[in-house]
Each structure stands twice: as structure tokens, then as C-alpha cells.
């Protein structure tokens, strides 16, 4: 079966959705788009078999054949797993959403059909081996995840959050397609699986530290890393399902799952290590240390969010140590890979089930403020039950499945401080000591999010809704994926086995050839080694800081609010904005004579730039004619007509001498025999000194005040460069004239062939009458227009005017 | 504040044939000596205005009962028409032909096509230039 079809199969269902809930408001749309994450699932899941012996399927569509663009489906362990978290628990959600949001009150047809879109785009990400409709579903994922943000469009925070996350993913976005065209130039295809084999020689290629960058600012953008994690706290704004779909299991793990798939590509390279798990360290720190400042319950969350999966890219970046080391099985460099993907299923089973117990809270209390909350221990117990195996996962204790992710996580980062290239040896120590303060951090928030949610006491008359337990589909998810938190820490090698190995075997296929032979073997007790004693230290020391939490975490709003990434953000955002516009205001005057500054100092700058750079620079005097008596005398009248316009007091001379400069013009053609010319010159002349006088006449009395025209320098500078420019390029170009004149031609044929006697009228009739076709063309088209402009006043009111 | 313009008029009623034949003759010596339709529809023209600067636009609109625009339009239908006429012989577009004739009174003459074109030239330029003069002198 071409299972790339599959794909598409949830954006085909959301073409039915409006139709659903028009025909069947009675029943939740929810109901209806159950089957589609349920039957995908079910597909999916059949495939395992196949990763798990280290196969691959593939399925190609093909879209743009003469540009080598398809829709290429490549299963393998690893997209294996992301296709069935995305819809597993894209399935557990929709059930979640069912009973979270209101049939009556919310538009269901755009949230689902949303849903949906975003579901084809994920799918299609994780998927895709074609660069190209990899990037496609990626920006997909941009827009409707924009759209679900934005899904209360009412609300102005859920506006400005669908904006800040839209530009910033958009941003990164951006920035991989110019990644991936750079690694398509380099290798030469748009296939993954075909450029991975050419690692080796792409490393040495110009562009490839470019489209490491390029791609990773991709990859960071998406997974909220440092410094771009902003957007995420700010896309809480969206309905709670949707956070718990995008912004903790799937959208924000797209970088990570990016991370992972081009890891064999870019790994040997240094930077990559360092950047990948530099930065993700550092979010990881960051975030968790920024989680313990906020307010809202699911603010709390989105820094863990972003915490983990700085975690998580972290062990990518530390699993490229891998590559340089021989025999990877005798070493620890081995965990660093398992334990990103284990912990990113970890993550996503609990950060899942604890937005929905946020979501939850929120629903039954009516607000998310941890300050108004307290005390629901009691209230909600099967909430704080699933609460509290989240947060005890995530905090890494046992027996909850993240504590074994944990684990392997301090011991991937001891391992690098033992790793001896790229200057690792040197600073690597720091990030065993990072992941430790992260890790009590993270310890301290876990526990401040389910501890100041329901114990303590309980203040109802701060509470808009009387508190009460949700209904019991609401929590059918939630207490599904706690149960899975519990399942995992007991069978890890399953999981191990069944999803892990084949990831691992496809982000380091030069490694392994096949799951078996990654022999990582997971255990609740693994001994008294050094990562045991820091988890220890981390619960001793996490413990002791919540105990006096309420002593020092006023502490951090003494932190300036203008110094933080969010005041940059909008700083920058209001700065290109009234920038851009300041900008254009400062050009855009609106005064022609600016704008023909503007012009003609291009003109100079373009022309005589030419010439230089060209070197066409020549004067040449030997082919010149020499000068006569009339030649001068009219030359003078010229020239003394045309200063006299320059300086002129009165219009009237300006006008008078602008004749003169005309008939001299005419003696000019008389001299320089052109007796056609000089006739049209005379009659053209005339007239058009009459209609100046007509123009002049009527002009109103107060501009008619005799003034000299305005000396500016910066014009006469400009008059002159444009004189000097075109007089250069006169010179020049008669000095290096490369062709014989065609008039030979014109004079050998105008009685043979064309029956006349008169060249210039015989080329204006005859051999170029096409020109001149159209010359009395626009002649007509004049007098129209004169005709138009004087007859057809339509309004007398000179006040009306159209800008007003 | 009309002045007595009887030497004006009469002039006028001499000068404007003398120009008129002018023109017509540079028209049609275009061909062989400087000249041709442009410079002969512009002469027509100023023996037009001469007519309006002596008389007045009515009495000149009462002696050339002539639409102006209708004058450019055929002009240009004229042009268009003898370019696009070797279209029918199967040469190429704008293709002129001549030949020499004997005609009673004239002799050998020699007939070109462009000779029409030019026509039309000249009917657009006095069409053109007399529309943008009486309209603008019509103007209040």
C-alpha cells in the first residue's frame, strides 16, 4: 500500500468537518475526528514489526517531476515513533477536547478542521525524505498552528501570541529552506537518505557550515530554544488541548525530530556538537530556572516545555561525541542518543497528561493564577493523582518513567567531560554541572506546580467557579497517560527495544546496522554510580529550595522586565515597524524635486561609475570636423539664451529666451543641413512658445511675483554632475565609435528601391513609417487628452479634492 | 476694443492662399525635396490661425465647417489602412509600392503608396494641432 497517501488523509477529513457540524451539531464534531487519529494509529502501529528488525519502508507520490520535487513517505524507527506519538496522542487530545470544549459555544468546524491541517503537517515532516516537501509541511505546521493560537480571536493575547509565534517560527523557517537549498546544491539531491552516505565529503564543502547554522536556526526557532523560546510562553493563549498537542508533543519536538534525522549529516562536524548541545543546556537551565517566576499554570508548563527539550537537544548534540569514537559499544558515549529519544517519549506521555490537568483546573476553577489556587487535593483527587505522577516524572524521580530518562541523561553529560576533541576537555566539565542546576530547577517547579495547585489551602472566594471534580471523559486521557508514565519506568527495555533501538539505529546509522546491536540495557537500579549520588544531591538540595521557596522567589521580579528577551522582541518588532515607516517618511517627500535629486544623482552615479569601472573613459579629436564662423556665433546665442533662462527675473524672459534657444537650435539644423528638421523646428518652436505665453497669461496673480529662481547648491551640483556626465559620455562615445553608420545604405537605395529623393522623409514613410505610425498615434492621443482635460470638468468645487 | 482690422483681414484673405499653396506643395514634394506631411499639415494649420487671428474662431468654424477630431481619426485610419494594405498582396506589413505613370497634364508622374500615408500624416497633424488651438482658445 502507498502509505504516503496516508499523509493527506486527515486534511481530506477536514473538508467534511463544516459539513459534520452544520448536519450534526447535536453531536460533538469532536466524535467524528476520533476515527481519524484512532485508524492511523492503528496502521501505524502494524509497521512496527518492520523497524523494530531495523527495516524501512518507503512510499514516493511524485509531485514535481521535471524538478525532482515528490512526496516521498520513508518509515523508519525513527519518524516511526513521531508518527505514533503524533497521532496516539493526537487521538487521546481530540478525546480531551470533546469534553473541553462547549458544542454550543465554540466554533468546532475551524478548531478541528485546524486540528486536522496540523495533523497532515506534522505527518508530513516527520515523513518526508524530500527536502522540499519536508520544508512544505514544516511551514504547514506554522500556519495552523498561527491559526489554532489564534483560535479566540477575540482576545487580544491570543492574537499578539498567534503573531509572535507565526513570525518567529516563520523566521526560522525561512532560514532552513536556504539551509536545505544549500545542502541540495552540495550533495546534489534533495533525498536524506541520499545525502547522509555523502557526509563525509560534504563537510568539506564551502557551504556547509552555512547550512548547518541555517538549518539549526531552523530546528531552535521551532523547538523554542534559547533565545528564541519566546513565542512559546506567549502561544499559552491558545485553547489547553491545543498546547497539549502542539506545544508539548509534537510541534515544538519537530526541531528535535529535524536535530535527529540530519544528526548523520552534520554530526562530524564540531560546531554542530557544540551548538546543538550547547544551546540546548543552556535552554534547559533558562528555562527551568525562568519557570519558577511565573504565575499561570500553564506559563509554568511552557517554560518546562521548553526546559526539556533543551534537554533533549542537548543529548542530540551529545550524542554526535559518538561519531568520533571507535567502537562505540565499549563506551559511554552510547547513551547520550538513546536517552534524547526515551526521554522525548517520556516527555511527551507526561507534559501531555499535565496540560490537561492544567486545562482541567482551569475549566473547574475558572482560573489558572497558582497565586488563587490551593487546596485542591481534596476537590479533585483523581486530577492531583495524574498531577502528581506527571510532575514526579518530570522532576526525575522514581518510580515514574522519567527517571530513568534522567539518569541517562546525567550520564550522557559526564560522559563528555571525558570526550577529548573540540576543546571538550577543556569545558566540557560545565555541563554535567549545567544539567545539574537545571535538573534541581526542574525539580523545584515540578513540585511548585502540583503543590501550590492542591495543597495548602484552599481559598474559594478567590475562585470564579466553586471547584469541583471534572467529568469523568475529561480525564479519560489524562489518567491514560499518567497510567503510561507508570508502564514505562517498569518495562523500559520494552519500549527500549520496540521504539527506541530503531530511532537510534536511524540518527546514527553509521554505528549500527541494526537495533540489536545497540546493547544499552535500562535499569531502575544500576548501581552506586556518580550520576546516582547527583540525583540524590539534586532531591536534597530541590527539597530544601521549594521548602523556603516562598522566601526567595520574590527575588525574581527584581529582575527589570525591560531587560528581558520579550522586551527585545517587541522592541525590535516596534522598531522595524515605526523604523521602516520613519525610513520611508525621511525619502518619501513628496516633492517632485526631491525625487528628481534622487534620480538624476543615480543617473551620475550609475553612468559615471560605468564608465570608470568599464574604463570607456576616451576623448578623440582626430575625426572631428573642423569648427566655423557661424558654428560660434550661433553656439554663443545658444549659450547666452540659455543662461538667460537661469537667471531671469521675470517668466516672460524665461520664456522669450527659451525661443531663442529653440530658432538657434533650428539654425543649427540649417547649418548642419537638415532642411526637413529645420522646418518642423521653426513651426514647432513657434507654437510651443505661444502655448508657453497661453500658460504664462494664466497664471494665478500671486505666484505671477517676479523672483530670480533660488540658488541651492546641492542642485546646482546636481545640474552640473548630470551636464558633465552626459557630456563625458558624448565625447566618449564619438571617440570609439565601433560600426560604420548604415546611411550608406539609405543613400545607395532611396531612388532605386523606394522611389523618392528625399532620405529623411523617404525613412520616415517608407523604411521606418512604423515609428511614425505611431508617433501620429500619440499626437492623436494628445489632442484627446486636451480635449478631455478642458471639456470634461466634472466638478466646479475646487475644495473636493481626492486625498481630502 | 475691436480696432479697425480692415488691412489685417485683407491681407489675410491674400496671404492665407499663398500659405495654403505652400503647404500643399511641400506636401507633395516631400518625396523628392525637404518637406513632406508633418511640415505641410503644420503650415495648413498656421493658415488656419491666421484666419482666426484676423477674423474670430466663429467666422472661421462658419468658413471650415470641419471636425477636427474626425480629421485625426480618418488620418489615422488612412495611415493605418495603406500600412496594413500589403497585407492583401501577401508582402509584409507597411510594404510600399510605386510605379511611374502617364497622366494627362501632369506626364510621367511618378505614384507611391507612401504618398497616402503621408496623407495621412498630414490630416492627423492639422487635425491634432487645430484641436488643441480651438480648444484652448475656446476656453473660457
Known amino acids: ?116 491541517m496540523f495533523m497532515t503537517a506534522m505527518l508530513g515532516i516527520v515523513q518526508s525524505d524530500h527536502l522540499i516537501t519536508l520544508y512544505l509541511f514544516w511551514e504547514l505546521t506554522s500556519i495552523s498552528s498561527f491559526l489554532l493560537i489564534g483560535y479566540w480571536y477575540t482576545r487580544d493575547r491570543s492574537r499578539f501570541g498567534a503573531l509572535k509565534s507565526m513570525m518567529i517560527t516563520v523566521f526560522g523557517g525561512l532560514m532552513m529552506l536556504g ?182 483546573v482551569d475549566h473547574e476553577t475558572g482560573t489558572r493564577d497558582i497565586r488563587k489556587l490551593g487546596g485542591l487535593m481534596s476537590l479533585m483527587p483523581i486530577s492531583f493523582t495524574v498531577a502528581m505522577i506527571g510532575a514526579f516524572s518530570m522532576a526525575g524521580l522514581p518510580p515514574f518513567g522519567g527517571f530513568l530518562s534522567k539518569e541517562m541523561f546525567l550520564t550522557a553529560m559526564l560522559s563528555l567531560t571525558e570526550f577529548d576533541l573540540f576543546s571538550m576537555d577543556v569545558w566540557g566539565i560545565l555541563f554535567p554541572v549545567v544539567a545539574w542546576l537545571g535538573s534541581v530547577f526542574t525539580f523545584i517547579y515540578s513540585f511548585y506546580f502540583v503543590f501550590h495547585t492542591f495543597a495548602g489551602e484552599h481559598k474559594p472566594e478567590q475562585l470564579p467557579k466553586p471547584a469541583h471534580e471534572a467529568p469523568i471523559g475529561m480525564l479519560i486521557s489524562p489518567v491514560f497517560l499518567s497510567l503510561l508514565v507508570v508502564v514505562i519506568f517498569f518495562i523500559p527495555n520494552l519500549v527500549g527495544d520496540w521504539l527506541v533501538k530503531p530511532a537510534v539505529l536511524a540518527m546514527q546509522p553509521f554505528l549500527y546496522t541494526s537495533p540489536d546491536e545497540i546493547n544499552i540495557h535500562v535499569e531502575a537500579w544500576h548501581g552506586p ?81 560605468t564608465l570608470f569601472l568599464t574604463d570607456a573613459f576616451a576623448i578623440d579629436f582626430t575625426n572631428l570636423a573642423p569648427v566655423g564662423f557661424y558654428e560660434v556665433v550661433i553656439l554663443i546665442a545658444l549659450v547666452g539664451s540659455t543662461l538667460t533662462i537661469l537667471f531671469s527675473k521675470s517668466r516672460l524672459t524665461g520664456i522669450i529666451a527659451l525661443g531663442a534657444v529653440g530658432y538657434s537650435v533650428a539654425l543649427f539644423f540649417v547649418i548642419f543641413r537638415a532642411p526637413d528638421l529645420a522646418l518642423t523646428q521653426l513651426v514647432i518652436e513657434t507654437i510651443s512658445v505661444a502655448l508657453f505665453l497661453l500658460a504664462f497669461y494664466h497664471l494665478p496673480q500671486i505666484s505671477r511675483k517676479e523672483e530670480r529662481m533660488r540658488f541651492r547648491f546641492g542642485n546646482a551640483l546636481v545640474a552640473i554632475g548630470v551636464g558633465v556626465t552626459v557630456t563625458l559620455v558624448a565625447l566618449s562615445s564619438l571617440s570609439q565609435k565601433a560600426l560604420p553608420s548604415i546611411s550608406e545604405f539609405y543613400k545607395e537605395t532611396v531612388y532605386k528601391e523606394a522611389g523618392g529623393g528625399n532620405i529623411v522623409n523617404v525613412i520616415l514613410v517608407d523604411y521606418r513609417g512604423f515609428d511614425t505610425l505611431f508617433e501620429i498615434a500619440v499626437l492623436g492621443i494628445a489632442g484627446i487628452g486636451i480635449i478631455t482635460m478642458i471639456k470634461l470638468r466634472l466638478t466646479k468645487k475646487e475644495d473636493q479634492h481626492e486625498n481630502k | 476694443m475691436r480696432t479697425n482690422d480692415v488691412m489685417l483681414q485683407t491681407a489675410t484673405k491674400v496671404v492665407t492662399f499663398i500659405i495654403l499653396m505652400f503647404a500643399v506643395h511641400i506636401f507633395f514634394a516631400g518625396h523628392y525635396t525637404p518637406g513632406g506631411g508633418f511640415v505641410g499639415g503644420l503650415l495648413t494649420t498656421s493658415a488656419i490661425v491666421l484666419l482666426m487671428l484676423a477674423f474670430d474662431i466663429e467666422t472661421v468654424k462658419k468658413i471650415l465647417p470641419i471636425n477636427y477630431v474626425t480629421m485625426t481619426a480618418i488620418g489615422l485610419l488612412l495611415a493605418l489602412a495603406t500600412a496594413s494594405a500589403s497585407i492583401i498582396f501577401d508582402v509584409p506589413f507597411f510594404t510600399h509600392a510605386y510605379d511611374y505613370f502617364d497622366l494627362p497634364l501632369f506626364g510621367k508622374t511618378s505614384l507611391h503608396s507612401a504618398m497616402l500615408f503621408d496623407a495621412g500624416v498630414y490630416l492627423v497633424v492639422v487635425g491634432v494641432t487645430m484641436t488643441i488651438i480651438q480648444t484652448i482658445g475656446e476656453d473660457e
Open chain 1, 529 to 609: 554510580t556518580p550520576e546516582l549520588f547527583m540525583t540524590l544531591g539534586i532531591v536534597a538540595i530541590g527539597f530544601l529550595m521549594f521548602w523556603t521557596l516562598r522566601k526567595w522567589q520574590k527575588s525574581y521580579d527584581l529582575f527589570p522586565d525591560t531587560l528581558t528577551l520579550n522586551a527585545l522582541y517587541d522592541s525590535v518588532m516596534f522598531m522595524s515597524d515605526t523604523g521602516a515607516n520613519r525610513f520611508s517618511r525621511l525619502y518619501m517627500t513628496g516633492f517632485i524635486r526631491s525625487y528628481l535629486v534622487y534620480m538624476f544623482s543615480f543617473v551620475i552615479f550609475i553612468v559615471l561609475g
Open chain 1, 1 to 116: 500500500m502507498s502509505f504516503v497517501f496516508l499523509i493527506f488523509v486527515p486534511l481530506l477529513a477536514a473538508l467534511f468537518i463544516p459539513l459534520l457540524f452544520k448536519k450534526f451539531g447535536r453531536i460533538h464534531t469532536g466524535w467524528f475526528v476520533l476515527v481519524v487519529p484512532v485508524i492511523l494509529f492503528t496502521y501505524y502501529a502494524s509497521l512496527l514489526p518492520t523497524t523494530i528488525s531495523g527495516g524501512n519502508l518507503v512510499s514516493e507520490f511524485q509531485w514535481i517531476p521535471s524538478l525532482d520535487i515528490a512526496f516521498v513517505a520513508y518509515i523508519d524507527g525513527l519518524s516511526l515513533l513521531f508518527t505514533l506519538l503524533i497521532t496516539g496522542i493526537g487521538a487521546l487530545v481530540v478525546l480531551y477536547s470533546i469534553f473541553y470544549l462547549d458544542k454550543h459555544r465554540e466554533q468546532l468546524h475551524n478548531f478541528y478542521v485546524y486540528l486536522l
Open chain 1, 179 to 360: 539551509g536545505f537549498v544549500l545542502l541540495s546544491i552540495m550533495g546534489d539531491t534533495y533525498s536524506i537518505r541520499e545525502l547522509i552516505p555523502q557526509a563525509a565529503e560534504l563537510v568539506t564543502h564551502d557551504f556547509f557550515i552555512w547550512a548547518l547554522v541555517l538549518v539549526l536556526l531552523g530546528a531552535f526557532t521551532k523547538s523554542a530554544q534559547f533565545p528564541f523560546y519566546i513565542w512559546l510562553p506567549d502561544a499559552m493563549e491558545a485553547p489547553t488541548p491545543v498546547s497539549a498537542y502542539l506545544h508539548s508533543a509534537t510541534m515544538v519536538k519537530a526541531g528535535l525530530y529535524l536535530v535527529a534525522r540530519l544528526t548523520p549529516v552534520f554530526a562530524i562536524s564540531g560546531t554542530w556538537m557544540w551548538l546543538v548541545a550547547g544551546v540546548g543546556l543552556f535552554t534547559m537551565f533558562w528555562g527551568s530556572f525562568f519557570a519558577l517566576k511565573q504565575k499561570d499554570l500553564k506559563g509554568i508548563l511552557a517554560f518546562s516545555t521548553v526546559s526539556q527539550l533543551g534537554l533533549i537537544m542537548s543529548l542530540l548534540g551529545a550524542s554526535a561525541a559518538g561519531y568520533h569514537v571507535d567502537n562505540i559499544a565499549e563506551t559511554t558515549f552510547k547513551y547520550a542518543g538513546f536517552a534524547a529519544i526515551f526521554h522525548l517519549i517520556n516527555h511527551a506521555v507526561f507534559k501531555g497528561s499535565l496540560f490537561m490537568i492544567a486545562g482541567i
